[in-house]
């Protein structure tokens, strides 16, 4: 039997967001993070990790640096009771200075490459899987791919443009509140909070 998965976004959902961070030393686990791992992966989900990476395309650090990041994530996943299954990043972004990244990809979210490459990689069930994020594109990127989303509201959307793509099945404080929620019942109702809040946002 295919295996279920949580897809989580990095930055701003499963770490501290800071922005073009290359240095393994300052990633930090966001509170709640540990306590969502730890209960996500008891319940038998396994985690991955799917995130832009545009700081390589924009020549801020070298794609060998994801390596490091990579391994920082696996070891503070493993401290939290975890086990990360797979890290899966997308370096381009389209007119960016390094032409060799300068794409118009399908790995880069909102298009939903990552997830359907980890999927096809690890033999997963999309239909009972989630993506965790802390913007809509992450949202659109788990709704193409076929899973359940979660908005981690941590106040980094900005720009709010919802359309039913966009629009996530649940609304969490942190990965610890959306844990909760993908571990009970009401993931079964996949109607959205944000039909009720507008496009200011929850």
Known sequence: ????????????????NVPFNDD?????????????????????????VVTNQPGIARGYFLKQAMAAIRSRLRELI??????????????????APIAAYAL?????????????RAAWEHDLDLHRSFMVGDILDDV?????????TILVNHQNETDWILSPMR?????????????????????????????QTGSRGP
């Not at 942190?174 to 959205?192: G, K, T």
């Open 167 to 195: 629009l996530p099945h649940h609304v969490a404080r942190d990965l610890a509140e959306a844990a909760s929620w993908i571990l009970s019942a009401n993931h079964r109702v996949a109607n959205s909070t944000l039909q």
């Open 140 to 148: 659109e990127a788990g709704r193409r791919a076929g899973v359940k």
């Open 24 to 48: 393994p030393a300052r990633i930090r686990l966001l509170p709640g993070a540990a306590e969502g791992i730890r209960s996500l992966s008891e319940a038998g989900y396994r985690l991955f």
């Open 104 to 116: 118009d990809c399908d790995c880069r979210k909102p298009r939903p490459g990552l997830i359907l």
């Open 1 to 16: 039997m295919a295996n279920r998965a949580v897809f989580l976004d990095k930055d701003g959902t499963l770490i501290e």
């Open 78 to 95: 493993a401290d939290a009771g975890g086990h990360l299954g797979g890290f899966y990043y997308c370096p381009h972004e389209p007119g």
